[in-house]
């Protein structure tokens, strides 16, 4: 059980990673910026977080 969260091992979860990427972005975002800023650092995230399932390599089956 525990392999499947340590990175490269399991390979059933991936979308831990993911999830844990975005939350730690976003709130590192809004722990050091405030304002004008964050709101253009937030849209600059939720690009790459678009962006992301698109030039990601296909899954393995």
Known sequence: MALTFA????GRRPF?????????????VSDLVSGAAAARLFGILMALTGIGPI?????EP
């Open 7 to 10: 990175p490269g091992r399991g």
């Open 55 to 59: 030039v990601a390599p296909p899954p």
């Open 16 to 28: 831990l990673y993911v999830a844990a990427g975005v939350v730690i972005s976003r709130a590192v």
